[in-house]
Nanobody
């Protein structure tokens, strides 16, 4: 099995920055062979992908966000800069095994197999 645990969520002022972390664990899991992503969700809306990275480091991101990963530490990060109140949401880490093409804009929450419990980001 695979477990994903997010951390780093906080309440920040508009214009500030946060870095979220996602720790991934599993007996046979390795970040260099899988797709990792960050999604966010507000009440009443579907989960929205804000960033993803494949095993080779090819990334998809929206404005102001950057995704990075440390394969040795089995950790993926989301750097969030110039935060706005509209960025307030629960942020989730997700993983999909044995895929390479998650940089495609066509990917969505339905394409990922494993999810963390989320970490709250509040911008005021």
């Amino acid at each position: 099995h695979v477990q994903l645990v997010e951390s780093g969520g906080n309440s920040v002022q508009a214009g500030g920055s946060l870095r979220l972390s996602c720790s991934v664990s599993g007996d046979t899991f390795s970040l260099d062979r899988n797709c990792l992503a960050w999604f966010r969700q507000v009440q009443g809306k579907e989960r929205e992908r804000v960033a993803s990275v494949n095993g080779d480091g090819v990334r998809y991101t929206i404005d102001r966000f950057t995704i990075t990963k440390d394969n040795a530490k089995n950790t993926v990060y989301l750097q969030m800069n110039s935060l706005k109140p509209e960025d307030t949401a629960m942020y989730y880490c997700a993983a999909r095994f044995w895929r390479w093409d998650c940089y495609s804009e066509s990917w969505s929450a339905a394409d990922f197999d494993y999810w963390g419990q989320g970490t709250q980001v509040t911008v005021s």
